[in-house]
């Protein structure tokens, strides 16, 4: 019974979704081949209904700060008449999420077979058709076309990166590209993993090692990140930040809930510069090549 509560709380605490970044798919190795689908479809049906579960914090989270910068109003679709970019979107939980509150999704993930899973489930709703579509392409990628189209420029309202952030090994460029896909004054939401003591037990040695709730080497502790650092990073590259708050699961109630601590996992909320001048910044072919200099 109590190993049974100790797997349901350390279902909180690790990815569901593939390594969804391009850094992590040539840098090769064997994580690249995970999904969300394949996660779930090896567990049992209290973790595929935790998968759900994780989903819930991202969808308030950008519902509540979008009505707060958007003052239009549409009853039954809150988010209408915005464009968000699912980075990572994996099987499409979260990008399905935010097309039922009425907003237009494009999710991207680099895995041929998450993005397969995701256009053949929303194949089963007609009504989420033309709110979403689907790219197997990067982050990088897609930035790149953007900036070659002669008349294009940003084009989201959102940017949405759900368990991406401790994947990377390359946050300069991630920000970059995501600062590069959004319009003046789009928000940037990420819920990550923050590097303490306490999420390299639970994340790594309980919940990989030991109980193997996730294949080992799913996480590298290295790659987490702490909010601050994280915000410093997002401030140096033409975002402010408007809040960080702490989530929590709760293996009673199944559900996650906000919390003033942010020593696990955590959700952020940050606002590109209006004032940014993309004009004077390098360009996405002049980032990467300084990556590799």
Not at 127 to 143: F, I, K, N, P, V
Request: charged letters at 20%; aromatic letters at 6%.
């Amino acid at each position: 019974m109590y190993a049974n509560k100790l797997q349901r709380l350390l279902l909180g605490f690790h990815k569901r979704k593939a390594p969804p970044v391009y850094v992590v798919v040539r840098g090769g190795g064997s994580r690249c081949g995970l999904n969300w689908t394949s996660v779930c479809k090896q567990r049992t049906p209290g973790l595929q209904r935790n998968c759900c579960l994780l989903i819930e914090r991202p969808v308030l989270q950008t519902r509540d700060n979008l009505l707060n910068v958007h003052k239009a109003r549409h009853p039954g679709k809150p988010l209408a008449g915005l464009r968000i970019l699912d980075v990572g979107c994996g099987g499409g939980l979260l990008t399905e999420s935010l097309g039922r509150l009425g907003a237009n999704v494009l999710g991207i993930d680099p895995v041929d077979q998450s993005i397969a899973t995701a256009q053949l489930h929303s194949s089963y709703d007609p009504d989420l058709r033309h709110q979403m579509s689907y790219r197997a392409c990067t982050l990088e990628e897609l930035s790149e076309e953007e900036e070659e189209k002669e008349q294009g420029g940003p084009q989201f309202d959102a940017v949405v990166a759900s368990e991406v952030v401790e994947h990377l090994t390359n946050l300069e460029t991630f920000t970059f590209s995501c600062n590069h896909m959004l319009k003046p004054g789009g928000s940037l939401f990420i819920t990550t993993i923050n590097k303490t003591n306490l999420s390299y037990v639970l994340g790594i040695i309980v919940a990989e090692e030991l109980l193997r709730i996730v294949p080992s080497g799913t996480h590298d502790w290295e790659k987490f990140i702490s909010p601050v650092d994280l915000e410093r990073l997002l401030e140096s590259s033409g975002f402010s930040v408007q809040s960080v708050q702490g989530m929590l699961y709760n293996p009673l109630s199944g559900a996650w809930s906000w919390t003033n601590s942010t020593a696990i996992n955590y959700a952020l909320h940050a606002v590109k510069l209006s004032d940014w001048d993309e004009g004077s910044s390098p360009t996405m072919e002049d980032h990467t090549a300084d990556t590799h200099s």
